[in-house]
């Protein structure tokens, strides 16, 4: 299943549900199994009702979004999936976020540039 989460404390960084839908139909992946789950990261993602994932892909931008999601969701993530981050690179509030909640974590996977602003790990441990 795909969940995706749309609330900003900037309207200049929320995208509404319409616009999501929108892009899920463009590239062929709205079906039955996408769940949209609307609200803050912090009320959604720790009620969500997700066993495991492959892949976590955040972009929560500030630094409070990427550990709200971090702290619901890291520990959902299988040994051998990919987390991705989006704006690693690109707003030092979310790299400053990903190295704190590594820390609190032990996480010591190496990260790995996607592009100029992204960046992945593959998730070793538990």
């Known amino acids: 299943m795909v969940y995706l989460i749309e609330c900003s404390v900037f309207p200049v960084l ?3 549900l319409d616009k999501v839908k929108e892009l899920f139909l463009r590239y062929d992946l ?37 550990m709200d999601a971090f702290r619901a969701l890291y ?3 299988s040994i051998g999936g ?3 981050i989006d704006d690693y690179n690109a707003l030092e509030v979310c790299k400053m976020a990903v190295h704190d909640f590594r820390k609190e974590k032990h996480i010591d996977d190496e990260i790995i ?4 602003t992204s960046v992945y ?6």
Do not use: C, M
Not at 45 to 53: K, S
Not at 55 to 66: F, K, N
Not at 121 to 126: A, E, R, T
């Open 75 to 77: 520990d959902k993530v």
């Open 82 to 84: 990919f987390v991705i």
């Open 14 to 16: 929320s995208v509404g």
């Open 121 to 126: 790990w593959v998730k070793s441990k538990h």
């Open 113 to 116: 540039k996607i592009d100029n």
């Open 30 to 66: 709205l079906d039955d199994q996408v769940r949209f789950l609307k609200g803050w990261f912090k009320d959604t993602l720790p009620e969500a009702q997700i066993e495991q994932l492959s892949i976590l892909r955040l972009d929560g931008d500030l630094y409070e979004s990427t």
